[in-house]
């Protein structure tokens, strides 16, 4: 991050110093979920357990999947597009028509490693056609004769139920997905994933008893999910820029210097509290040569109470 000057930030308050209600108007829960219950009906019900008007998820997992899955709170719903985006990582247990040996095994799983060509399978929401996705890592982790366990580290949209199958055309013996789990999802690994009871029983203790930590422990600031490119601006500007207008270079006080033309990036208050999603117009090696709109806004993230507190300028600045 370049610093451009260093001014008293007195607008918000840090993510991790928000009170219960306040994260559980603003967060992520990053409940574990079963195989069954599909994922919209295991956000409906942390919203009703958690007796607040919004909830959303990102990154859909098949009901009878397992694993990670990022419950978003209240206004966090509105980076759901920007979780999605995340690198996702899965276990997976996989039946072949036939054993096959160790080097054959070792040889078609090679072929699904880097850049690869999938078409969505039918039961997807999206379209049907054939698309190039990355898988960063596939590791054999169990050779059981037919049934094969593997980790696969892969761009989000990668289908591994397709892969199964890719696999299983590659090989000539057939393959299909037996069993999955997802073990990392927005940057959250299992191991801090919750179940809904675990979830429920958190609740409970900071709602009957007063005994905050355990549900505080759990509900994830929006702004630590998120991973992008970061502006920061001052107080007297964030009532200008979260009302539509255009950035300058005089709202800056911080930038990050490998910020792109055409890239998404996140505005950000002084104490760190994600603002607003723009367009980056420029590139960043020339915001401070550059005297016109440095960034457009794409969506603002602060909820309205919030912006109402702060300062309002009295011009454009």
Same mark, same amino acid.
Request: glycine share 8%; hydrophobic share 40%.
């Given at each position: 991050?370049?610093v451009?000057?260093?001014?008293?930030y007195?607008?918000?308050?840090?993510?991790r110093?928000?009170?219960?209600?306040?994260?559980?108007?603003?967060?992520?829960?990053p409940?574990?979920k079963?195989?069954?219950p599909?994922s919209?009906e295991?956000?409906?019900?942390?919203?009703?357990?958690?007796?607040i008007?919004?909830?959303?998820h990102s990154?859909?997992l098949?009901p009878?999947v @397992? %694993? /990670?899955?990022?419950?978003?709170?209240?206004?966090?719903?509105?980076? !759901?597009k920007?979780?999605?985006? *995340? $690198?996702?990582?899965?276990?997976?247990?996989m039946r072949?028509?036939?054993?096959?040996?160790?080097?054959?095994?070792?040889e078609?799983?090679?072929?699904?490693?880097?850049e690869?060509?999938q078409?969505?399978?039918l039961?997807?929401a999206?379209?049907?056609?054939?698309?190039?996705?990355?898988?960063?890592?596939?590791?054999?982790?169990?050779?059981g004769?037919q049934?094969?366990?593997?980790?696969?580290?892969?761009q989000a949209?990668t289908?591994?139920?397709?892969?199964c199958?890719?696999i299983g055309l590659i @090989? %000539? /013996?057939?393959?299909?997905?037996?069993e999955?789990r997802?073990?990392? !999802?927005?940057?959250?690994m299992? *191991? $801090?994933?919750?179940t809904l009871?675990?979830?429920?029983?958190?609740?409970w203790?900071?709602?009957?008893?007063?005994?905050e930590a355990?549900?505080?422990?759990?509900?994830?600031?929006?702004?630590?999910?998120?991973?992008?490119?970061?502006?920061?601006i001052?107080?007297?500007?964030?009532?200008?820029?979260?009302?539509?207008c255009?950035?300058?270079?005089?709202?800056?006080?911080?930038y990050?210097?490998?910020?792109?033309?055409?890239?998404?990036?996140?505005?950000?208050?002084?104490?760190?509290?994600?603002?607003?999603? /723009?367009?980056?117009?420029?590139e960043?090696?020339e915001?401070?040569s550059?005297?016109?709109?440095?960034? *457009?806004v794409?969506?603002?993230v602060?909820?309205?109470?919030?912006?109402a507190?702060?300062?309002?300028?009295?011009?454009?600045?």
């Open positions: 991050m370049k451009l000057r260093t001014p008293e007195s607008f918000g308050i840090a993510p110093e928000r009170s219960v209600k306040q994260l559980l108007a603003s967060a992520v829960v409940v574990d079963p195989p069954g599909s919209h295991v956000s409906s019900i942390v919203r009703k357990m958690l007796s008007p919004k909830t959303g990154g859909t098949d009878d @397992s %694993g /990670v899955l990022p419950v978003l709170l209240g206004s966090a719903c509105k980076v !759901a920007l979780l999605l985006s *995340s $690198k996702k990582e899965y276990v997976c247990v072949l028509g036939e054993a096959l040996s160790k080097e054959k095994l070792e078609v799983l090679d072929a699904q490693r880097g690869i060509y078409t969505p399978p039961a997807s999206v379209k049907k056609a054939l698309r190039t996705r990355k898988v960063y890592e596939l590791e054999l982790l169990e050779d004769g049934f094969v366990l593997f980790r696969a580290r892969v949209g289908y591994i139920r397709t892969m199958r890719d @090989s %000539g /013996v057939g393959a299909e997905m037996a999955l997802r073990t990392r !999802a927005a940057g959250i299992e *191991s $801090k994933a919750v009871q675990e979830l429920a029983d958190r609740y203790l900071w709602n009957e008893h007063a005994n355990p549900l505080r422990e759990i509900l994830l600031p929006l702004e630590e999910c998120v991973h992008i490119k970061r502006i920061v001052d107080d007297r500007s964030i009532h200008y820029i979260c009302t539509g255009d950035g300058i270079i005089d709202n800056i006080t911080e990050d210097e490998r910020i792109r033309a055409g890239e998404t990036v996140g505005v950000y208050s002084g104490k760190g509290e994600l603002l607003c999603i /723009v367009h980056a117009r420029v960043a090696s915001f401070e550059n005297d016109g709109p440095l960034f *457009s794409k969506r603002v602060i909820d309205e109470k919030s912006l507190t702060a300062a309002r300028p009295e011009k454009r600045l």
